[in-house]
């Protein structure tokens, strides 16, 4: 079974940063992918970022391209999700989601939560105005 545990979110103004960290622990087999998802009240979870096992590809929805960088440390088994430039939009629960059953390329990058098999407890970022 795999563990993930997000951190870093809090409260910041609008025109701030975040770094969001997510980090994998325990029976971690071969390759996975990785992304961030996030939720805001009464909304359904929306896709933010995806990174695959190579780090090589990345994807990005829309809303944060240009200002959200997704990046990951195979060797510390973690995922980062650098936020500029943050919006009261951008208020929500961000949770980090693995891939890790099935085969698939190491350059490969998913944006749907059911492409996903595991999921940490989520973090809250709040942006004021």
């Known amino acids: 079974q795999v563990q993930l545990v997000e951190s870093g979110g809090g409260l910041v103004q609008a025109g701030g940063s975040l770094r969001l960290s997510c980090a994998a622990s325990g029976r971690i087999v071969g390759r996975y992918a990785m992304g961030w998802f996030r939720q805001a009240p009464g909304k359904e979870r929306e896709f933010v970022a995806a990174?695959?096992?190579?780090?090589?590809?990345?994807t990005y929805t829309d809303s944060v391209k240009g200002r959200f960088t997704i990046s990951r440390d195979n060797a510390k088994n973690t995922v980062h999700l650098q936020m500029n430039s943050l919006q009261p939009e951008d208020t929500a629960v961000y949770y980090c989601?693995?891939?890790?059953?099935?085969?698939?390329?190491?350059?490969?990058?998913?944006?749907?939560?059911?492409?996903?098999?595991?999921w940490g407890q989520g973090t809250q970022v709040t942006v004021s105005s």
């Open positions: 989601a693995g891939r890790l059953k099935g085969s698939f390329s190491g350059t490969a990058v998913f944006t749907g939560p059911d492409q996903y098999d595991s």
């Open positions: 990174i695959s096992w190579s780090g090589i590809s990345t």
